[in-house]
């Protein structure tokens, strides 16, 4: 069944206290760590991690926030931005691949293939035969990554309002060390905000092998706290050990 | 005139305090996170840190604590390994040249080109001609980066002790967390010690239009200060500012 995204809260639920969860993700934090350490030195997992979100929906944030204190040598962080011509020459998973994590390591993406069935669908860039042709292609891609190479893919959608969006969208106009953040775009593109809700209800339904995490970003400390928990949770479940003394 | 490192010290300065030292520390990661926002909003230069070494002188630990409480998104650690015969295919530069920071960004080198006038030459599989030749190259790349991109290279050499060095390598046959870093080629390495020592001499006093810093390495807590002042201190003397709203 369809989800719908007017109907999911943006905010956390009420029995959430900020100073409480806030203190809890420091102590994830510090999990955190030992686990990428694990992962490193076992080398047989990857974590693919996808943040997807509208403009100001905090994904900078979130990435600086709940990567920010790891070992940067096993974490690396990818921004997909307008394809160059060269991407564009290869089919839409061409330049996405090339940045699969390698094992034992963690790989960021800020926007991710899905905006080949986001932004490209909502401005009539593609038809909607080409957009659910995509979305199957992301489906076995994401089955690829597991099934061949131990990678383990979470996608999170950063879930904000229309209003904390706007008053965001604001803010990089009045502070001095946002404003290289602002483009006239954003508010453009902010006005398509139901043709996007439209196009990601259709990924969450159509691209659900690997699931999707959907995360009330309105309060930064709740956003946080959410993605780091289920990294956490994921690495946790993968039971690894440290492997001992290599034999040469 | 050539440094002889067997007369450089591989400790702190009688007069540094472990514990001030530290303190001192936390507050340059601080200045250098606020830096770091500056280097990426206003997007006109980038950073370039190699770092060299012997085995087991605490490379991935300075990257870790000195690189590692940045907003991930601005940095990346790129580590050489052998070279895949994709990479032997091409000259020696090529394979390091693509992993340049991007303005705004910064790149650490987990060893570098570098080691195509080390380990080559301490192995003889390079002959000096060519080890000379490769360091005047360097120099032409580096200066390449700075005076074509805005790069700045910053280059350095943890500086430990053979003694400390045995220690290390020995802890990671004792030490479970550590194991998997273990390879019995080290202690074969270590026994080329006078070599490499020549040949990293050779690099300092060829490859110096950008110059190095000696680092002390045998206390974690002054190799980390010294590297972490370095960064601080380049990046503050390029003066850079908050670049206000982009003209579309």
Chains 1, 2 share one sequence.
């Not at 994590?101 to 960021?108: C, D, S, Y």
């Not at 991710?112 to 979305?135: G, N, P, Q």
Request: aromatic content about 10%.
């Amino acid at each position: 069944m369809q989800q719908d995204l007017s109907k999911i809260s943006t905010r956390a639920p009420k029995d959430m206290e900020k100073t409480e969860t806030k203190e809890k993700l420091v102590s994830i934090l510090e999990e955190l760590d030992e686990l990428q350490n694990l992962l490193f030195a076992e080398g047989k997992h990857s974590l693919l991690v996808v943040i997807q979100g509208m403009d100001a929906s905090g994904k900078d944030g979130a990435i600086k926030n709940v990567f920010g204190t790891l070992n940067p040598q096993g974490v690396s962080v990818t921004s997909f931005k307008t394809p160059t011509p060269e991407e564009i020459g290869h089919d839409f998973l061409w330049r996405i691949h090339k940045h699969a994590p390698l094992k034992g390591t963690i790989q960021v993406f800020n926007r991710s293939h899905y905006e080949d069935v986001l932004i490209t669908r909502v401005h009539k860039w593609i038809d909607d035969e080409t957009a659910f042709k995509r979305m199957k292609a992301i489906n076995n891609f994401e089955k690829l990554l597991l099934q061949h190479n131990q990678t383990h893919v979470l996608k999170f959608y950063l879930h904000v309002s229309k209003e904390e969006q706007e008053e965001r969208l604001n803010e990089r106009i009045s502070d001095v060390t946002k404003q290289w953040k602002y483009n006239e775009n954003d508010f453009k593109e902010a006005k398509l905000w139901d043709d996007y809700m439209k196009a990601y209800e259709d990924c969450f339904e159509q691209c659900n092998e690997v699931p999707w995490t959907i995360v009330p970003a309105d309060q930064n400390w709740f956003k946080e706290y959410t993605i780091a928990s289920a990294v956490r949770d994921t690495l946790k479940d993968l039971n690894m050990k440290y492997p001992g003394m290599k034999k040469e």
